[in-house]
């Protein structure tokens, strides 16, 4: 039997939208960071961009457990020496709600060009608006 492989040009690229109301965030992230990849596709390739657009609404209402609103927290140096700076769950909810998620998705996926070309197809907003209604998105449930 041969392995058959699909080509980039085959490939069709859907539009999924996800309320993260009320949702735990590290389910959320790998449930989209498996649409992203195309894992949920049945000619999954791990070498291609072959997974769908994600649309993330109300991204500030995701729930963390236990303590991890005031124990977790989101870090990143500045290059300087001393210039290491760090953010709680609860700040990066209170001004940057769209990063939790993101920086959730990001971790899941491959860390090279491929996972950096992954994640822009996932589109994250605090609110219920979007401006991807044109693509006409099929709603997940999670």
Known sequence: ????????????????????????????????????????????????????????????????TGKKEKDKEYWHHTGFPGGQKSRSLANMRENYPERIIENAVKGMLPHNSLGRKMLQHLKVYSGENHPHTGQSPIKIEL
């Open 1 to 64: 039997m041969k392995t058959t492989s699909i080509k980039i040009s085959e490939v069709q690229k859907d539009w999924f939208i996800v309320d993260a109301t009320g949702k735990r965030l590290g389910r959320l992230a790998s449930t989209v960071a498996q649409i992203i990849k195309g894992k949920n596709k049945p000619y999954y390739t791990p070498h291609m961009d072959m997974g769908d657009c994600v649309v993330v609404i109300n991204a500030e209402k995701v729930e963390a």
